[in-house]
Nanobody, 121 residues
Framework: QVRLVESGGGLVQPGGSLRLSCAAS????????IGWFRQVPGNEREGVSC??????SQYYSHSMEGRFTISRDKNTVYLHMNSLKSEDTAVYLC????????????????WGQGTQVTVSS
């Protein structure tokens, strides 16, 4: 089991930036990949981006590519969010995923608790 702890959420004005962190520990292997998701109450969980810890290969949801960037430093994965909009308001969670083409956001079963991001003036 991989333990995941998110941090970095908060209140930001439209057009602003935030960096979220997902610290992973536990049963991490060379095949562990981490994905960022977001969820708004009443909506399905939406995949944002994922990255393979071994080689840094990454994928993005088409709707968020360009504004969001994923990166990693050892076993911590970051989501850099720029030009934030009110519709980006959500709980952002990280989870272990397949992160392969066609199965970018297929869950491997581990989830963090999430961090709230609110974009508002």
């Amino acid at each position: 089991q991989v333990r995941l702890v998110e941090s970095g959420g908060g209140l930001v004005q439209p057009g602003g930036s935030l960096r979220l962190s997902c610290a992973a520990s536990g049963a991490i292997t060379d095949f562990t990949s981490i994905g960022w998701f977001r969820q708004v109450p009443g909506n399905e969980r939406e995949g944002v981006s994922c990255i393979r810890l071994r080689d840094g290969s990454q994928y993005y949801s088409h709707s968020m590519e360009g504004r969001f960037t994923i990166s990693r430093d050892k076993n911590t994965v970051y989501l850099h969010m720029n030009s934030l909009k009110s519709e980006d308001t959500a709980v952002y969670l990280c989870g272990t995923v397949w992160c392969t083409r066609g199965n970018e956001f297929t869950s491997s079963g581990d989830w963090g608790q999430g961090t709230q991001v609110t974009v508002s003036s």
